[in-house]
């Protein structure tokens, strides 16, 4: 029996998972807007009976047993902590920090019962999902290199806001490289060691966003990371690079090339080519199936089909089951967990440090909670001596 | 009148040159292979009158006044320089070393009569003229960044030899990357400021190169340059990022991409693209001519024209005068001198730092000949203390 729903955020991505929803068959109760009138306008759009712009309302609504949480970075943790602390199954997308991505690790290893997952994947996109098994079967034989490339146009919000604000979590590469980070560590079985990235941004004024106001987050973002292998720094290792550009209106290039010893493979857009050395040429190995969901400009089709499987794994995970907040992991095993969205957030923060630094990162994923006090006692420390 | 011309080399480059030289009037009199053997055949092959091993019998060739030097890099440098002393006019391909580079560029200024340009260029490929007219003319706006690709198969000889040896000038960065780092500088009108690069050599052995040999030259370079811009490190710099990768066999990845703020142009092979924002989609610059000219398997379609348009231009240059030793600057007015050749060369081995630093690395271009005593005089002082 599928769960009642209640969704935070009333952005573009809360509107076409709603749609999604309930073309699976999810019934969507309540809405949460930053704003009543935001919140009172997409519920009446969406047909969702109950609104509100207090977190409660939604978190301890009666018929709300799966919490999906697409709100600004700063405010995903706060929401998704509270809602597995009431003991409501929780899909969000990430924090804008490591330790907020550590606290909701914590959290959901609190609550094992309870399903948790990061919700902005492409990991159940069919051509990934192809990918990851020819990867697996050795299509390319042994993995040298991944090569990531993703264009369009600018990720920046009309007025003045989080997008504009890299602490906010804002910028290419938090809002998009996240997912590509995510899915690389997918592809490869092997998470990044190392990190090198360059971020700037070139648009630093735009529309409204003037005066003393200026854009922080990055508009292009270009990384590399070092996936696996031991022994001397990078031997052995597969060399991913990835390069961000959202100065390119009218542009959508989504592009992932895995290149090994015997041949590639490359998803373009959500379509999969492969090429084994010494073949005939490109071949198409998954099409594209032709999309009956809701349309949605402003997010990249890759995303926007990812989205949509999960939606149909949320499905399958909790059908199988007859108590509606019981679910089953098979269907949603591939999914991200939460300390999958701890890793990328490490990552993400590693490589924001190398722009700085000029120098190689490591990655070092949080074992435990940074102290609060920390600042505090080196302070107290400091003046005793 | 067109000078007669010497050719060093009997590699793929050289057997592609002399039909493009005869092509546009050149008569090739003297060829020089390695071995006797090579010489002898390829001259016959392509009907040239005299052939030998000795570079002198070449050099003080009496009918010989332009000498093309196309021969592995470590041996450059010595023909180079010896031909400009003998008073030649030279055109060749790029030396092993920035210390090599430098003789050069000191034999190229001592006699500034003679014609002295690097042979090995894009510059005059049709597209990429196109490309730096635009970027001038102002069709991106304010130039942002630079995105290049280069994949294909391996460049390695059949048997070994200097293309496996990095310290000879083999490997994909050297081969395939100088060309680029002088092409980008050419576009953009401005030189690397600071470099970071990453090489890999994924394959080690391969066909007859095995026991106790091993590929040291790299087949995957990643590297990112900033280029012009002052104040803190890369503000307002160009950010360029060239991809290469030669374990792609079957692919003949060729694009050169440049983003402004108000739109981009492509280079995909020789043919030219471009999208201005808010504009209807990216349209057709300029198109492929068709080629006339002799076919090269082994030479990627953008470097065979450039060849080719470099070889119209020296014919022009030459036939604007009377007297066979002279030319006029104004054809190859484009093309890159021995000190640009310099420059690439310090670029190549800033990068090769960087990728054994993991650190950005600083482009400083020589300006004197660093002391050949430099190391025993250390020594000596080490002794002493």
Chains 1, 2 share one sequence.
Request: glycine share 12%.
């Amino acid at each position: 029996m599928l769960p009642g729903v209640g969704v935070f955020g009333t952005g573009s991505t809360a509107r076409v998972l709603v749609p999604l929803l309930k073309a699976e068959g999810f019934e969507v109760h309540a809405l949460w807007g930053r704003s009543e009138e935001e919140a009172c306008c997409l519920a009446q759009e969406l047909g969702i009976p109950f609104h509100t712009s207090r977190s409660d309302d939604v978190l301890l609504h009666q018929d709300v047993d799966l919490v999906c949480i697409y709100i600004p970075p700063s405010m995903t943790r706060q929401i998704a902590v509270k809602a597995l602390g009431i003991g409501k199954n929780v899909v969000c997308e990430k924090a804008a920090t490591a330790v907020d991505s550590f606290k909701m690790v914590t959290a959901a290893r609190y609550y094992p019962q309870l399903l948790s997952i990061m919700g902005n994947t492409l990991r159940f996109l069919p051509a990934f999902v192809a990918m990851r098994r020819l990867l697996v079967e050795g299509y390319v034989g042994e993995l040298q290199v991944c090569d990531v490339r993703v264009y369009g146009a600018s990720l920046l919000d009309q007025s003045y806001g989080w997008t504009c604000e890299e602490l906010m979590g804002g910028g290419g590469l938090h809002t998009v490289g996240s997912a590509l980070i995510d899915l690389l560590s997918f592809l490869t079985g092997a998470r990044a060691n190392r990190v090198h990235g360059l971020l700037r941004t070139f648009v630093q004024q735009k529309g409204t966003i003037r005066g003393i106001r200026r854009v922080t987050s990055d508009d292009f973002c270009f990384f590399q990371m070092l996936m696996g292998g031991n022994g001397p720094p990078g031997a052995g290792a597969v060399c991913c690079t990835v390069t961000l550009n959202f100065n390119m209106p009218g542009s959508s290039v989504h592009e992932v090339m895995v290149v090994g010893s015997a041949g590639r493979l490359v998803a373009r857009g959500t379509e999969l080519y492969g090429q084994r050395n010494g073949g005939k040429g490109e071949e198409l190995l998954l099409g594209d199936s032709g999309w009956a969901g809701p349309e949605a400009k402003e997010m990249p089709l890759p995303l926007l089909r990812g989205l949509g499987a999960m939606v149909t794994g949320l499905r399958q995970s909790f059908q199988a089951h007859q108590e509606r907040r019981s679910w089953a992991p098979g269907p949603v095993a591939m999914a991200p967990t939460f300390e999958d969205g701890l890793y990328v957030q490490t990552v993400v923060e590693a490589v924001k440090r190398s722009s700085c630094s000029g120098e190689w990162e490591n990655v070092e994923v949080m074992s435990q909670e940074p102290d609060p006090n920390h600042n505090l006692c080196e302070a107290l420390q400091r003046n005793k001596s």
